[in-house]
């Protein structure tokens, strides 16, 4: 039971329950009506007032108002700190607030204390029925037990979104399989372990991270999404890259050589051809999440370094875990190539000694005559293809359409990145039928706008007794009052203000003596202080002020008050708004300062997300800018050219803007969530970018030509990818959650927009540049330039 624990505010709620005894006296008209006044701020049982505004929210008073009685919401009522109220005022209220709070002992555990805030939870929810009354528990192991059913809910999605991948991947590996004429079963296993292969890295990383101490937060949850959509996008490119080797070498004389030495050789060129792209991807993802490890919001840091972490394990088990698998995998293929060509037909058993019948042979060899036909159909076809969607992204019409499409885009982006808004709404990292959506709502509605309490701790009171400590006391009380926003006087809970309202009405039990000198006067103040306190409706006062030693009648000892607590009040309607909470909080702390002699401290609820409300605008910007900066200087140590360097950095942030802007667009709010999107966003946009920009560089020739090899190498991935992403994060629109809906928006956006910058905007950007080059080559009369990276400015361009 709470009072086996209980310690200093144990009767904090007394008052509430004289109230209610008021109520109850009052309906059975037992009393005096002159002996209750259930009034507010303060009511009134049998001679024992009662602070209400604490207690109270969604009150409607009447009060008078031109020679008339009206009912009107507290808020609205501009006289309450100078008009004696109405007797028995109160006409509705729609929230009571209970507290129940304690300074706990060491003897008591903190398991203990959990389990008796989830007994309470439990009756409320299980055994508690009400047509007029509902009931929500705000308690710390409530809200630790909601976000861990956050994360128990997202895992069956995780699931579905492993299950539409690996399915996607499937057909996807069909279909390119049947198209290079290197379908087998074989593929299957591609498929599945393109995307096993990220899970095991989360579950290497997550585990290492919970294993050596980090702790579990919600946002993990998110994590394997993303590196599931990473991971699949290198092992994309890796077997795209293997089967672009193997169409062209199986139209080479394979008779020679080995299986192993064919292997090695398959390898080599897979991983010189998508190596460094995936290598740039992982070093961007990884330096995105670092820099955003920096941040000092604790689930931004545990998110980023989990990211990270993830991130990186996931780079090593691509080139091992999944190279492994390709290389089992690729043997086999290898080898059935290598009968087929140099035998024709199955190598003979033992048993079989004649020789292999030459006419079984020559059909043979027509059969993979046919089949090396039917790939170099496939290929014409697709090269025509090709060739004239690159011939018309290179047409001077189409560059300057796109060009002026690319300016009204990032316009619009750049405005709904510059108008989007800080905020914080804790209900979002809650499920949909959580009981804090009701709570946080009821708060927002009652609470915020008409009644917030604002703790002021005072830590060197100093001699509370002295006039001129009292004075300075008593100015900075008055300047928390008539600030802006401030409910006024009568919101203050000063245990002082109540002490001389007692020893004004009880003069006869007094012990102070005027006579007195200073010491033995302010010693038997704290005689009365200790009387005041004893009674039972000023007891909850305890738990308000600590004192040097015991404060007590018996025990001889000289007490001196070392530090007090108080409550006021503000309200508002602009208040709802995160941002005008932030400016207020500002306010008290300019008061806290000119008064620094009293060592005050102040606690509001909302503090700890003011704090992060007031610092994620310059922490997303220095974060965004500085993940950009390295992004450019990664991409540099692959890509030396100058244009194509540009041309990444370029689009990467305008990926970047664009997928923020939208997000600005259709309403979401800079929250913490939000900011992890934004770093997100920025590594997820280096991905296509990088992949094109490298492939682009490794080539040399006109541009069409260079265009054309490069989307042939990482079009399809990066096609794949991108729809892959898409149905995976799809999944997490069906959970009612304003965390999984934002990343899976932004997972959509970045993808979408990166995959038309990728697969339009660069091409076009590169045939602008060129057109450019043309254009500044013939005004100077040096003839055509038909490239504008020669092999000469990249090392040796591959052909």
């Not at 006296?25 to 009511?43: G, Q, T």
């Not at 064919?262 to 992982?282: D, F, H």
């Not at 992204?393 to 690319?406: G, H, I, P």
């Not at 007891?539 to 001196?560: A, K």
């Amino acid at each position: 039971a709470f009072e086996e624990f209980c310690h200093a505010f144990c009767v904090t709620n007394e008052p509430l329950r004289h109230f209610y005894s008021g109520m109850v006296l009052r309906e059975s008209k037992e009393h005096n009506a002159s002996e209750i006044d259930l009034s507010y701020p303060d009511s009134h049982v049998t001679g024992i007032k009662s602070h209400m505004d604490i207690y109270l929210y969604g009150v409607k008073i009447s009060t008078k108002r031109n020679g008339r009685t009206v009912v009107l919401p507290t808020y609205e009522v501009d006289d309450l700190n100078t008009v004696k109220p109405l007797r028995n005022n109160l006409r509705e209220y729609k929230l009571v607030v209970l507290n129940f709070k304690s300074e706990l002992h060491s003897s008591v555990s903190n398991d203990a204390i959990t389990k008796w805030e989830l007994s309470i939870v439990k009756h409320f929810q299980n055994d508690f029925n009400s047509s007029l009354v509902h009931v929500t528990i705000f308690a710390e192991s409530f809200i630790s037990a909601e976000a861990i059913r956050v994360g128990f809910t997202l895992i069956p999605f995780l699931a579905v979104g492993f299950i539409i991948m690996v399915v996607f991947s499937v057909v996807s590996f069909t279909v390119s399989g049947i198209a290079l004429n290197q379908m087998r079963m074989d593929k299957m296993l591609f498929a599945f372990f393109a995307c096993a292969t990220p899970f095991m890295s989360c579950g290497v990383g997550l585990g290492g991270m919970l294993f050596v101490g980090f702790r579990f937060g919600t946002i993990l949850c998110v994590t394997p999404f993303l590196i599931l959509a990473i991971g699949v996008d290198d092992a994309y490119l890796m077997v795209n890259a293997w089967q672009q080797i193997t169409a062209s070498r199986r139209l080479e004389d394979l008779r020679s050589t080995t299986a192993d030495g064919e292997l090695r050789y398959r390898m080599k060129e897979m991983l010189m051809e998508c190596g460094p792209s995936v290598a740039i991807t992982t070093i961007t993802n990884v330096a995105a999440f670092g820099i955003s490890a920096l941040s000092g919001a604790p689930e931004i840091q545990l998110f980023s370094i989990g990211n990270a972490v993830c991130i990186f394990i996931a780079f090593i088990f691509q080139l091992t875990v999944f190279g492994a698998v390709m290389v089992i995998l690729g043997r086999r293929e290898i080898e059935e190539e290598l009968r087929t060509k140099t035998e024709g037909l199955p190598a003979p058993s033992v048993k079989d000694t004649h020789k292999p019948n030459p006419l079984d042979m020559i059909a043979r060899v027509d059969v993979v005559h046919l089949e090396i036909r039917r790939v170099r159909g496939f290929t014409a076809i697709a090269h025509k293809i090709l060739r004239l969607y690159c011939k018309t992204l290179t047409n001077k019409f189409v560059v300057v359409v796109v060009m002026a499409s690319l300016s009204m885009y990032l316009a619009i982006s750049i405005i709904g990145t510059m108008s989007i808004k800080p905020s914080l709404r804790p209900e979002k990292i809650f499920l949909g039928d959580s009981p804090f959506i009701k709570f946080f709502a009821d708060r927002q509605e009652y609470m915020i706008p008409t009644y917030g309490v604002l703790w002021i701790y005072v830590f060197n009171p100093g001699n509370i007794w002295d006039p001129s400590r009292r004075a300075m006391i008593d100015g900075m009380i008055h300047e928390f009052e008539t600030l802006g926003h401030s409910v006024g006087p009568y919101s203050t809970k000063l245990w002082l203000r109540d002490f001389e309202e007692w020893t004004q009405a009880n003069p006869e039990i007094l012990t102070v003596d005027s006579d007195n000198d200073d010491s033995d006067r302010e010693s038997k103040k704290y005689r009365d202080l200790e009387e005041f306190l004893s009674w039972p409706e000023h007891s909850y006062w305890r738990g308000f002020l600590q004192f040097e030693s015991q404060l007590s009648l018996v025990n001889g000892s000289e007490p001196s008050l070392t530090r007090f607590l108080f409550t006021t009040a503000y309200m508002g309607e602009d208040l709802k708004d995160w941002s005008n909470r932030v400016t207020l909080l500002k306010e008290w702390r300019e008061i806290g300062k000119r008064y620094s002699d009293l060592s005050i401290t102040l606690y509001q609820e909302d503090t700890k997300y003011l704090e992060i409300i007031d610092t994620v605008v310059p922490q997303t910007m220095q974060s965004a800018l500085l993940t950009l900066v390295s992004m450019f200087a990664v991409t540099a140590l692959f890509i030396s050219a100058p244009l194509v360097l540009f041309s990444a950095t370029f689009t990467i942030v305008s990926v970047s803007i664009g997928s923020i802007g939208f997000m600005a667009w259709i309403g979401a709010e800079l929250d913490p969530i939000l900011m992890c999107s934004t770093i997100m966003v920025i590594g997820f946009s280096v991905d296509i970018p990088a992949h094109i920009a490298y492939h682009y560089h490794q080539t040399s020739g006109q541009v069409v030509d260079r265009l054309e090899h490069t989307i042939s190498r990482v079009g399809f991935p990066i096609l794949q990818a991108s729809i892959s992403t898409i149905l995976c994060v799809s999944s997490l629109f069906f959970v009612d959650l304003h965390m999984s809906s934002t990343f899976a928006t932004t997972m959509l956006t970045v993808m979408v927009i990166g995959t038309i910058h990728g697969l339009f905007i660069m091409p076009t950007l590169f045939a602008a540049a060129s057109h450019l080059s043309d254009l500044a080559g013939g005004c100077c009369g040096r003839g055509r330039v038909h490239s504008i990276d020669s092999s000469s400015s990249s090392g040796k361009g591959r052909r």
